[in-house]
């Protein structure tokens, strides 16, 4: 970090402005945790867009209407500065022309073909393809060479592309078979659902002007981004790690999901692209969890393959976020202590909640047993024992006040 401090004189008294200068992965971490606030129960979705983002990747957002996902691609499309930005609202009736330029006019005269392609797909860094499950197969695949070799055939003429990273948001599915190669483009999957009762409620006071609304502050330049994408391809991938991979791969064989070579060589970049978003310094199994939006085809599978992933990945994770569930539902059918009861009732309180503690403490020796026999493995699953720590606190104080005036 660069700090320069800067002299001011206002009259005659005398100021200092401090301008910082902040690395560009902590303005990525700062973007990421203000578009989480903005846009309320969308964390996984934003990350997959930042993983694409990084690793060059394109990425799906799918779901019903209305669900925010045009609004929140918009908006990590817009705040990185330097670039152009096409979005596009596709309809059955949408033609190549309106996406990738219409034919030059002179040139046609000329005898030749050659679209206009200024502010249209093949110059554009960032796309928003909207309703992108609308639009015929036709025109999807006219985008194929643009979204895998960055490369776009203007007449005779082999432009390059700048193209980053291509977002898709439909209401439907892309499952025909003629959109096999577009659907394998779109590598990071995302359905996104409606807000719970408390995130709608936290919505509506925004709208109703009952809080504050949050904003989106802080923007990238290309350059920054540019600089990430590098560090991203240069982030060290163990053969452990390799070796885990081709594991996956085995197991989501026998349960006949099938991904193609191409696919695992995008995994490797999407991996490398997580564990810099995570503030890793290295691959590791534990970055396995972003491909729970990456190998499925269809909602319906995505169960079944978290649950390959989860085995292959991290084990420890499970046994860490089961456990988790497990102490947070104990304490919630304990309940609150009955401050206003009688005696009895706060004592009988104090003595079930004497046996949750009991509960809590063998479920944390058993989770902290396993990290001794993974301590490689065990990063997340630490944070998890200071969750389940913070938790025991509370309850702890309650019951020792109750029983022996502590």
Same mark, same amino acid.
């Given at each position: 970090?660069?700090?320069?401090?800067?002299?001011?004189?206002?009259?005659?008294? +005398?100021?200092?402005?401090? %301008?910082?200068?902040?690395?560009?992965?902590?303005?990525?971490?700062?973007?990421?945790?203000?578009?989480?606030?903005?846009?309320?129960?969308?964390?996984?979705?934003?990350?997959? &867009?930042?993983?694409?983002?990084?690793?060059?990747?394109?990425?799906? =957002?799918? *779901?019903?209407?209305?669900?925010?996902?045009?609004?929140?691609?918009?908006?990590?499309?817009?705040? &990185?500065?330097?670039?152009?930005?096409?979005?596009?609202?596709?309809?059955?009736?949408?033609?190549?022309?309106?996406?990738?330029?219409?034919?030059?006019?002179?040139?046609?005269?000329?005898?030749?073909?050659?679209?206009?392609?200024?502010?249209?797909?093949?110059?554009?860094?960032?796309?928003?393809?909207?309703?992108?499950?609308?639009?015929?197969?036709?025109? /999807? !695949?006219?985008?194929? *060479?643009?979204? !895998?070799?960055?490369?776009?055939?203007?007449?005779?003429?082999?432009?390059?592309?700048?193209?980053?990273?291509? &977002?898709?948001?439909?209401?439907?599915?892309?499952?025909?078979?003629?959109?096999?190669?577009? $659907?394998? /483009?779109?590598?990071?999957?995302?359905?996104?659902?409606?807000?719970?009762?408390?995130?709608?409620?936290?919505?509506?006071?925004?709208?109703?002007? !009952?809080?504050?609304?949050?904003?989106?502050?802080?923007?990238?330049?290309?350059?920054?981004?540019?600089?990430?994408?590098?560090?991203? #391809?240069?982030?060290?991938?163990?053969?452990?790690?390799?070796?885990?991979?081709?594991?996956?791969? /085995?197991? =989501?064989?026998?349960?006949?999901?099938?991904?193609?070579?191409?696919?695992?060589?995008?995994?490797?970049?999407?991996?490398?692209?997580?564990?810099?978003?995570?503030?890793?310094?290295?691959?590791?199994?534990?970055?396995?969890?972003?491909?729970?939006? %990456? &190998? $499925?085809?269809?909602? /319906?599978?995505?169960?079944?393959?978290? #649950?390959?992933?989860?085995?292959?990945?991290?084990?420890?994770?499970?046994?860490?976020?089961?456990?988790?569930?497990?102490?947070?539902?104990?304490?919630?059918?304990? *309940?609150?202590?009955?401050?206003?009861?009688?005696?009895?009732?706060?004592?009988? $309180?104090?003595?079930?909640?004497?046996?949750?503690? +009991?509960?809590?403490? !063998?479920?944390?020796?058993?989770?902290?047993?396993?990290?001794?026999?993974?301590?490689?493995?065990?990063?997340?699953?630490?944070?998890?024992?200071?969750?389940?720590?913070?938790?025991?606190?509370? =309850?702890?104080?309650?019951?020792?006040?109750?029983?022996?005036?502590?």
């Amino acid at each position: 970090m660069v700090t320069t401090d800067i002299a001011q004189t206002n009259g005659h008294r +005398s100021t200092a402005m401090t %301008v910082t200068s902040i690395p560009a992965a902590a303005k990525l971490q700062q973007l990421r945790e203000q578009l989480k606030v903005v846009y309320l129960d969308r964390s996984e979705a934003i990350d997959l &867009i930042m993983v694409g983002l990084l690793s060059k990747m394109h990425v799906f =957002l799918g *779901g019903q209407p209305g669900t925010g996902k045009t609004e929140m691609a918009k908006a990590v499309s817009e705040a &990185i500065t330097g670039t152009q930005f096409f979005h596009y609202l596709m309809t059955k009736t949408t033609v190549a022309e309106e996406v990738l330029g219409a034919p030059d006019l002179a040139e046609l005269q000329k005898g030749k073909f050659v679209r206009d392609t200024e502010s249209m797909l093949p110059e554009a860094h960032l796309a928003l393809m909207d309703e992108i499950g609308k639009a015929n197969s036709i025109v /999807r !695949n006219s985008a194929l *060479g643009l979204m !895998n070799e960055r490369e776009f055939l203007n007449g005779k003429i082999k432009l390059q592309s700048p193209l980053i990273t291509m &977002i898709g948001c439909s209401n439907e599915l892309l499952d025909g078979e003629e959109d096999g190669a577009f $659907w394998d /483009r779109l590598s990071l999957r995302y359905m996104v659902d409606y807000l719970g009762d408390e995130d709608l409620r936290i919505l509506l006071l925004r709208k109703t002007g !009952n809080v504050a609304v949050p904003q989106v502050t802080t923007v990238l330049a290309l350059a920054e981004l540019e600089q990430m994408q590098a560090q991203v #391809k240069n982030l060290p991938f163990s053969s452990q790690v390799v070796d885990s991979l081709v594991e996956l791969q /085995r197991e =989501l064989k026998k349960e006949n999901f099938v991904a193609s070579t191409r696919k695992y060589v995008q995994i490797v970049t999407i991996l490398r692209a997580y564990a810099f978003l995570e503030g890793e310094t290295e691959v590791s199994e534990d970055s396995f969890e972003i491909l729970n939006h %990456v &190998i $499925w085809n269809h909602p /319906r599978e995505k169960t079944a393959v978290s #649950k390959i992933v989860a085995k292959v990945g991290n084990p420890l994770n499970i046994q860490a976020q089961e456990t988790l569930i497990a102490i947070t539902d104990s304490i919630a059918q304990l *309940g609150a202590c009955p401050n206003f009861g009688t005696k009895q009732e706060k004592d009988e $309180w104090a003595t079930e909640g004497t046996g949750v503690l +009991s509960e809590l403490r !063998n479920m944390a020796d058993r989770l902290q047993s396993m990290i001794a026999q993974y301590p490689h493995k065990a990063k997340k699953a630490k944070q998890v024992l200071i969750e389940i720590e913070s938790k025991k606190k509370p =309850l702890l104080a309650k019951v020792s006040e109750i029983l022996y005036g502590a």
